[in-house]
């Protein structure tokens, strides 16, 4: 199946530091998802991106669709302790308009 | 706001035994989905269902799961004889009919197969 290669794997930062993380494929997918996951919590959507360049911001987080299609990233600008959880992207490979796959998350914790 | 819920949070099982996961959707929506999150794994997609039939499934679905619509609210999941490897978070997400494809979660069920 599709495989969605997030990094980095984890990250470490300090409290009003901006955060980036990203996802990449080898295929073209043509809807990128962002979701945050807490512990023992469903994933909750952040931000959608539909088109090849779309810039879209959600607050402190922006993300973008990246123009060949096989890439997304995610900014997270001033971060505070309630930042912390998974991050995971999330698309829909070409071929499919239902069936999200999922990038293995980003752990980010926010130091004080 | 509306939001997906599920029942019930956590569920334990012994192995071999049927199990029915149960899921409110959001009330417009159209559009069902079953994932699955094994422990400090990604989550993945198992079935997507849509006016009464399943559109899309994976691998992982196969002959000892089941889904349906029973009424108006509900979207169940069947898991009809667990083996020790069907323990994971289950969510259940729903999407509108349109092009908007943004899919919403529930809070999940912790199935424990023992």
């Known amino acids: 199946g599709q495989q969605l290669n997030q990094s980095p794997q984890s990250m470490f930062i300090q409290e009003g530091e901006d955060v980036s993380m990203n996802c990449t494929s080898s295929?073209?997918?043509?809807?990128w998802l962002w979701y945050k996951q807490d512990p023992g919590e469903g994933p909750v959507l952040l931000i959608a991106?539909?088109?090849?360049?779309e810039l879209t911001s959600n607050g402190r987080l922006t993300a973008q669709f990246g123009i060949t299609r096989k890439d997304s990233f995610l900014n997270i600008s001033a971060s505070i302790p309630s930042d912390v959880g998974i991050y995971f992207c999330?698309?829909?490979?070409?071929?499919?308009?239902?069936?999200?796959?999922f990038g293995s998350g980003t752990q980010l914790t926010v130091l004080p | 706001e509306p939001e997906v819920t599920q029942t019930p949070s956590h569920q334990v099982t012994q192995m071999g035994q049927e199990v029915i996961l149960r899921c409110v959707p959001i009330?417009?929506?159209?559009?069902f989905y079953w994932y699955r999150q094994i422990l400090g794994q990604k989550v993945e997609f198992l079935v997507s269902?849509?006016?009464?039939?399943?559109?899309?499934k994976s691998e992982i679905f196969d002959d000892q799961f089941s889904v349906e619509r029973p009424d108006g609210s509900n979207f169940t999941l069947k898991i009809r004889s667990t083996k020790l490897e069907d323990s994971a978070m289950y969510f259940c997400?729903?999407?509108?009919?349109?092009?908007?494809?943004?899919?919403?979660f529930g809070p999940g069920t912790r199935l424990t197969v023992t």
């Open positions: 997400a729903s999407s509108t009919e349109g092009g908007d494809y943004e899919q919403y």
């Open positions: 295929s073209i997918f043509n809807t």
């Open positions: 991106l539909y088109k090849a360049g």
């Open positions: 999330a698309g829909f490979p070409s071929g499919s308009a239902r069936q999200l796959t």
């Open positions: 009330s417009n929506h159209l559009y």
């Open positions: 269902f849509y006016n009464n039939e399943i559109s899309e």
